[in-house]
């Protein structure tokens, strides 16, 4: 759906929060600046709602991720996956994997 067709969808569903793109990689990085903020600004006049974009997390990575966001001060969120290794083991427990997540060492992860 295009996005001049989008608002008009979301405003008469009532949405409160629509979001944008997600892990757009490839094309939504600065060189794709304007064409996002055409998109926002055409979405902006036909839906009342809040705005954000879903960004990676691989900060530093040779992907299109959070970082690379040059349009973020033109959305009322800033959205991020993020894809945490839960476990070196195959099938961890659901404990094993509860405590990974809440105890992951991130950057150490995302420097490897």
């Known amino acids: 759906m295009r996005s001049e067709?989008?608002?008009?969808?979301a405003e008469a569903a009532a949405v409160d929060l629509?979001?944008?793109?997600?892990?757009?990689?490839?094309?939504?990085?600065?060189?794709y600046e304007s064409n996002w903020r055409d998109?926002?600004?055409?979405?902006?006049?036909t839906f009342s709602?809040?705005?954000t974009y879903g960004a990676l997390s691989y900060v530093?990575?040779?992907?299109?991720?959070?970082?690379?966001i040059t349009f973020w001060d033109a959305?009322?969120?800033i959205s991020l996956s993020m894809y945490l290794p839960l476990?070196?083991?195959?099938?961890?427990?659901l404990s094993e994997a509860v405590s990974a997540l809440?105890?992951?060492?991130?950057?150490?992860?995302?420097?490897?």
Do not use: C, F, H, K
């Not at 067709?5 to 969808?9: N, S, T």
């Not at 476990?87 to 427990?93: A, G, K, L």
């Not at 809440?102 to 490897?112: E, F, I, M």
């Open 18 to 31: 629509l979001v944008v793109g997600t892990e757009n990689e490839g094309y939504a990085g600065p060189e």
């Open 39 to 45: 998109i926002i600004s055409s979405l902006r006049s």
């Open 87 to 93: 476990d070196s083991d195959d099938t961890p427990t």
């Open 75 to 77: 959305l009322d969120y």
């Open 5 to 9: 067709d989008l608002g008009p969808v």
């Open 49 to 51: 709602g809040e705005l």
């Open 102 to 112: 809440y105890n992951n060492r991130l950057v150490d992860w995302q420097t490897d």
């Open 60 to 68: 530093g990575r040779p992907v299109t991720a959070v970082d690379d």
